[in-house]
């Protein structure tokens, strides 16, 4: 099974900073890796796939990067509703698919 | 616009089997794989098993063989059934849907939470 390590668990940020969130595989998954956002009682939604392709209606300031075991989810300038939970996900070995264990983004 | 539909009962007993169905409107079940994925109260995602509905399933091991998951094509919908479940199965599931070429998970259902309480 491929461990999903996410860092930083929590991140303080303010509003109009740059998010630079962590993704690290226990193995090379190439580039198969998915971001999803949660928001508070609601489902997760995708935000990244392939590492870096934005899903449709996702806005431009959200941007995946790397390949391997090393990848970034970037947030180019945090609006309100940025403040919330993102999940990374690997879908190049199976079973399982894994997640990480979670960024939360938080107003500091 | 395509949406899944999750329901089931929302209390289950310590043994019992937990059952869901989730209900997919406006896409066809036969062009993608169909995933159900749970979370925990305050917890991560954590993936419980897909179905093709031509009748591959494949599950996580995690689960020790409890899950069973089908399809009925003539209703469009996905089922999910857990027996001798444990507090641990408390979580919140999805139904999501993941493409034939794409493996990841690009439509979610809302969510269904299940209590195991006695």
């Known amino acids: 099974e491929i461990v999903m390590t996410q860092s930083p668990a929590t991140l303080s940020l303010s509003p109009g900073e740059r998010a630079t969130l962590s993704c690290r595989a226990s193995q090379s998954i190439s580039n198969k890796l998915a971001w999803y956002q949660q928001k508070p009682g609601q489902a997760p939604r995708l935000l990244i796939y392939g590492a870096s392709t934005r899903a449709t209606g996702i806005p431009a300031r959200f941007s995946g990067s790397g390949s391997g075991t090393e990848f970034t989810l970037t947030i180019s300038s945090l609006q309100s509703e940025d403040f919330v939970v993102y999940y990374c996900?690997?879908?190049?070995?199976?079973?399982?698919?894994?997640f990480g264990q979670g960024t939360k983004v938080e107003i500091k | 616009q395509v949406q899944l539909q999750e329901s089931g009962p929302g209390l289950v007993e310590p043994s019992e089997t937990l059952s869901l169905t989730c209900t997919v409107s406006g896409s066809a079940i036969s062009l993608f794989y169909w995933n159900w994925v749970r979370q925990s109260p305050g917890k991560g995602l954590e993936w419980v098993g897909y179905l093709f509905y031509e009748g591959t399933i494949t599950y996580n091991p995690s689960l020790k063989s409890r899950a069973t998951i089908s399809v009925d094509t003539s209703k469009n919908e996905i089922s999910l059934k857990l027996k001798s479940v444990t507090f641990a199965d408390t979580a919140t599931y999805y139904c999501t849907r993941e493409g034939l070429d794409y493996n990841y998970m690009d439509v979610w259902g809302k969510g269904t939470t299940v209590t195991v309480s006695s």
């Open positions: 996900q690997q879908y190049n070995n199976w079973p399982p698919w894994t």
